[in-house]
């Protein structure tokens, strides 16, 4: 049975990742309830703005404000989860020691585990080889021609920021920013277009 997301709820699980050391323990199928909620909030904003009434205007500014905090939480969220998760591939390749990684989700997992291969490759490519007294170098696989760039392929558009950008709320309900001068940015090609056009970006 699915568990029932709410916005009370987000709060607190943020709240206990923040107070925890350890990683919290999520519901196995967390992001596909998150982003159940999530539509549906965003269905229930575009279906408020339509309607023209003083009482649905007020409406629609707190969905979008929730959406927006919503947005904060999950971010937040996220890099902590994620800090955490470095941190234990990190003790692990330093020390070889076994960690617990019971409460990761199962993408999480993946993450760790290709930190943690890329922890090692490194540690023996450079501190290895300086130890035996040998030049640090690690062996990196062409990328094959037939693989376009990422960013191509999802439309995804590469800019400089050249003014100061604060955080923003896109028109996808995806929540960007803030950037500062010079920080170069992957972005959806409509935000990036955006950026230029308003002067705060380049593309690249």
Known sequence: MAELITYEML???LREEKTKKEITRLDENFFE???KYMSEKRNMLESQQKKSSIFTLSESVNTKKQLENVHRILKELYERRENKILQLALFRSRTNEIVDNSCMLGIEKMFFDDALKSMNEYRNAILANLLSE???????KDEPKELKSHEEHKGIKLVRITNAVPQFLGDDMHVYGPFEEEYVASLPEM??????????????
């Open 11 to 13: 709060y607190e699980i």
């Open 33 to 35: 309830n998150v982003i």
């Open 134 to 140: 040998k030049e640090p170098v690690i062996e990196r």
């Open 191 to 204: 935000v990036a277009e955006i950026l230029v056009k308003k002067n705060k970006a380049e593309y690249l």
